[in-house]
Structures are given as structure tokens and as C-alpha cells.
């Protein structure tokens, strides 16, 4: 799984066009969530692009990673990323929310090629990846399951049973990652319900836990390949990130987690994208 600086510089390009993606979709919506998008958009690029053992020709193969993106509101970053990987045409994303659209609000498995799990009621995603990894298991396969989490996600009871079911059956073929951008729709995450210190409640939990940029690639996949090695407990990866990432006018602004930028504001945005 070690990543060349060749790799590295495909990765960032096919980022730089999920970013635009992100941008030009909720642009056109007029609604949905950029801010946690473009924060996790980074993590979604090197899971699909060179991590997971997918087919987007046949999306339903068993043998597949899953992956369940319990923050569901940040779709446009998942429908980016399955575009690009060739689940459907780049085309289609700008019908993101529209009526009769297979790219809804938040991503439903059973209109959306690719999506392993409809997600959007927040703290529900880690229990889905879990009941995945059991499955593995059980059925004796080899496949990884892997879960995005929010940072203000955590607030929710629900993800702390999930981490210590994890932690009870030994899922040492799931890792969850945590966006953590430190700000939710409300405000800071230390302001609103604090979940600190995360790292320490999820080795309480028994987990190993990791810690990376959540924007270096390098530090992402040196994160996967820890938790790919780690046997008998399951791997959270506390991924350092920025709201908005990429976009100047975004970074660190809560008011961008669930509003979608204007035209003009779009424009100014992909200009910065550019460079």
C-alpha cells in the first residue's frame, strides 16, 4: 500500500476536481453541505483511488470494501468521488437534490451506484460498518469495511455503543475515520456538546487510534496501512482537518457547513481551486 510521489500527485489532481465538483454541484442545488464536503473530500480520494478493492463495473460485487459515510450530509464529496472512480458520468452530479435524481441530499444505496449505505441520520454509520465487518467475518471474507465520522457526529450516545460492540467482537477489519474539522452546523464542536478528548475515549473503547493531516496524503495511507496491521481491535484514524478545505473564503467558517455558495461566490471559488 505505499504510496510513490507519482501517486501522491494523481491523488492531489483528482482532489483539486472533487473540490470543483463540490463547488459547482451545491452551486447549482442552491443548497446542501460544502464545508464538511471539501473537509473529508481528501480521505474519500485516497480510500477509492488507492485503497479499497472496488469495481465500479460491478458495484454490487461481494468481494468489495465497503464503505459507509456516516456523515451523510457530505454526499457531494462521496458523489464526486464515485463519479471520478466511473460509478456514473461526471455529468450527473450537477443533478445533485434535484427531483427524480439518483444524487439526493444524502446518499441512498439504493439509487445511487456505488453507495454501500443510506446515511444521514447522524450517529447511525459506525453501527452499519460494524454489523459489514461482522458480516466478513462470519462469512469468512477478506473485504474491509470502512466508516466516516463527523467530529460533532460523536456527540451521539449511539457511536459509543457501536465502538464498544466494535471493540467486544475484535473488527480488526474496520477502521473509522473522524473528520475532525472542529466545527459542526452550530459552531465549534468544543463550544456546542465537546466530545474531547476523542482520541482518548476511543482507546478506552480498546481501539487503536491514529492520528493524521487529514489533507496529507502520505499521512493518510501511512494511517490505513497501521490499521490494516493491527489484529484483534478495531482502528480509529482522528483525521486533522479544515472545513472548506481549499476554498480561502470557506476555511474555518461555520457558516458554510450547510449553505451553498452563490454563482458569484462559486466563481470566486473555483478561481481559488486553480491555484
Known amino acids: 500500500m505505499a504510496i510513490t510521489r507519482e501517486k501522491v500527485e494523481e491523488l492531489t489532481a483528482i482532489a483539486r476536481r472533487v473540490r470543483r465538483h463540490i463547488i459547482d454541484m451545491t452551486s447549482e442545488a442552491g443548497s446542501g453541505h460544502p464545508g464538511g464536503s471539501l473537509s473529508c473530500g481528501d480521505i474519500l480520494v485516497a480510500l477509492y483511488f488507492h485503497v479499497m478493492k472496488v469495481d465500479p463495473q460491478n458495484p454490487d460485487w461481494p468481494e468489495r470494501d465497503r464503505l459507509v459515510l456516516s456523515k451523510g450530509h457530505a454526499a ?53 460498518a460494524n454489523g459489514m465487518a461482522i458480516a466478513a467475518k462470519l462469512d469468512g471474507k477478506d473485504y474491509r469495511v470502512y466508516a466516516v465520522l463527523g467530529d460533532g457526529e460523536l456527540q451521539e450516545g449511539q457511536v459509543w455503543e457501536a465502538a464498544m460492540a466494535a471493540s467486544h467482537y475484535k473488527l480488526d477489519n474496520l477502521t473509522a475515520f473522524v473528520d475532525h474539522n472542529g466545527l459542526q452546523i452550530d459552531g465549534p464542536i468544543a463550544e456546542v456538546m465537546s466530545p474531547e478528548i476523542i482520541q482518548d475515549k476511543f482507546r478506552a473503547f480498546g481501539w487503536n487510534v491514529v492520528d493524521v493531516d487529514g489533507h496529507d496524503f502520505e ?57
Not at 92 to 105: A, C, D, M, P, V
Not at 252 to 275: F, I, M, T, Y
Request: charged letters at 25%.
Open 76 to 128: 457531494p464529496a462521496l458523489y464526486a468521488v464515485l463519479a471520478e472512480k466511473g460509478y456514473f458520468p461526471v455529468e450527473e452530479l450537477l443533478t445533485l437534490r434535484k427531483i427524480n435524481s439518483r444524487l439526493q441530499g444524502h446518499p441512498d444505496m439504493k439509487k445511487t451506484p456505488g453507495v454501500d449505505m443510506t446515511t444521514g441520520s447522524l450517529g447511525q454509520g459506525l453501527s452499519a
Open 219 to 275: 499521512d493518510i495511507i501511512r494511517g490505513i496501512e497501521e490499521a490494516v496491521n493491527t489484529k484483534g481491535r478495531p482502528t480509529v484514524i482522528v483525521a486533522k482537518t479544515v472545513k472548506g478545505k481549499g476554498v480561502p473564503f470557506m476555511e474555518n467558517q461555520v457558516d458554510w457547513h450547510g449553505k451553498a455558495p452563490s454563482r458569484q461566490q462559486a466563481e470566486e471559488a473555483l478561481k481559488a481551486l486553480e491555484q
